[in-house]
């Protein structure tokens, strides 16, 4: 998969990146980051994206009152998410690093809460549980896991998906809180026909 991010962001085939910009599916996210920070004064803690591509969601949660840091592998990528957050005028810390190596990539620790738009479904079993023991290692006790999963199905080099089950392994110590269909009304076909879901995890 990191062959596929990394050619699909040269040749500026990103489908995924169109819910940043469409109003159902930012008025969902937006709901679930407010769920996490409610109750509670920005600044909210620090925040890793995972996979975090031209860094919307990094700058978004930095908008917010987050301390973000994201991570993404595609040099492309990470050099438009830096870019983005330079023009916007916010303080995101972008990284080039392997999300299946994060303590190898420097990001960091005491992560109150991880988000993942759609990165760890695509990977293999075994490259999900890397994933899963980095996160383990870096996050804080009361972290949240926030994460966009496609119905599991062969796709040929898209994303295979991932279904809860193999969440909560991959995530070893971790329990799905919230399970919900994510809002792709309008987004493109392809985009809806994988169903989508939207996966709220905490420490068992």
């Known amino acids: 998969m990191n062959l596929f991010y990394t050619a699909a962001y040269w040749l500026g085939f990103t489908p995924w990146e169109h819910a940043s910009t469409h109003p159902p599916a930012v008025r969902h996210i937006t709901a679930l980051f407010e769920r996490e920070e409610r109750g509670r004064q920005p600044p909210y803690g620090r925040a890793l994206d995972l996979g975090c591509g031209r860094g919307h969601w990094s700058t978004t949660l930095a908008q917010r009152g987050w301390y973000v840091t994201g991570v993404d592998l595609a040099r492309k990528a990470v050099c438009a998410a830096r870019a983005r957050a330079s023009e916007l005028g916010v303080k995101v810390r972008i990284v080039r690093g392997d999300v299946m190596a994060l303590r190898d990539a420097g990001v960091g620790s005491g992560f109150r809460l991880v988000w993942d738009f759609g990165t760890v479904h695509g990977l293999t079993r075994a490259q999900r549980q ?35 089950e193999e969440l909560e392994e991959a995530f070893a110590g971790w329990k799905v809180t919230d399970e919900e269909p994510f809002d792709a009304t309008g987004l493109p076909r392809a985009l809806r026909n994988v169903k989508p879901r939207i996966y709220r995890l905490r420490r068992a």
């Open 130 to 164: 890397a994933v899963g023991r980095g996160v383990s290692a870096l996050a804080t006790d009361d972290a949240t896991i926030l994460m966009l999963a496609w119905a599991p199905s062969w796709r040929g080099p898209l994303p295979r998906g991932a279904s809860r």
